[in-house]
């Protein structure tokens, strides 16, 4: 049973400019990779605590952002968001989508470097080398699943909130 699910080939990139200017409060790119489907595992089961990776930050405006708090809008009923945390992809040697605490091959994230204590700041035009996690514990058989993803960010001093479409399902059997 796999229990870390990774992209590797994750790292940061430039992405091309553009003449026009994104409007305020959308400088997140909302179609990235994982923007296209649910990551999941059908073998949880209640009591495991899972790393589920929130979508790279990808500022696609003429501006840099500031990073200053995440969130998953709508967990899973059944599944208790214990904290937030975020770390370098060069670390975790690339995107861990979901990782079981504690497996084998998981990243020990407790050991590494925890960048959610300031700002992280996503320079215009390019994607974050620190991408965010939320650490879930199942608390009972999950209904339904976790979904949305909010980020919230400063830019020229002015503060936005952006939701990214993100969704982990998580079944017990």
Same mark, same amino acid.
């Given at each position: 049973m &796999?229990?870390v699910?990774?992209l590797?080939a994750c790292?940061?990139?430039?992405?091309p400019q553009s003449?026009?200017?994104?409007?305020p409060?959308?400088?997140?790119e909302?179609?990235?990779n994982?923007?296209?489907?649910t990551?999941?595992?059908?073998n $949880? #089961?209640?009591?495991?605590? =899972? =790393?589920? &990776?929130?979508?790279?930050?990808?500022?696609?405006?003429?501006?840099?952002?500031?990073?200053?708090?995440v969130?998953?809008?709508?967990?899973a009923?059944?599944?208790?968001?214990?904290e937030?945390?975020?770390? @370098?992809?060069?670390?975790?040697?690339g995107?861990?989508?979901?990782?079981?605490?504690? &497996?084998e091959? &998981?990243?020990?994230f *407790? *050991?590494? #470097?925890n960048?959610a204590t300031e700002?992280?700041?996503?320079k $215009?035009?390019?994607?974050?080398?620190?991408?965010?996690? $939320?650490r879930? *514990?199942?608390?009972s058989?999950?209904?339904?699943?976790?979904?949305y993803?909010r980020f919230?960010?400063k830019?020229?001093?002015l503060s936005?909130?952006?939701?990214?479409?993100?969704?982990?399902?998580?079944?017990? @059997?």
């Open positions: &796999a229990v699910i990774s590797s790292m940061p990139q430039s992405v003449k026009d200017r994104v409007s409060g959308s400088a997140l909302e179609s990235g994982q923007s296209s489907g990551v999941g595992n059908e $949880a #089961k209640v009591g495991q605590v =899972w =790393w589920f &990776a929130l979508p790279i930050p990808l500022n696609t405006s003429d501006r840099d952002i500031e990073i200053t708090d969130s998953v809008v709508k967990p009923e059944g599944v208790k968001i214990l937030y945390g975020a770390y @370098n992809l060069e670390d975790t040697e995107l861990p989508l979901m990782a079981l605490e504690g &497996a091959d &998981a990243p020990e *407790k *050991k590494l #470097k960048y700002p992280v700041v996503v $215009a035009n390019e994607e974050s080398e620190i991408f965010f996690v $939320a879930m *514990k199942i608390n058989s999950p209904k339904g699943t976790s979904r993803c919230d960010y830019q020229e001093q936005y909130s952006q939701t990214l479409d993100c969704e982990l399902d998580l079944q017990t @059997n």
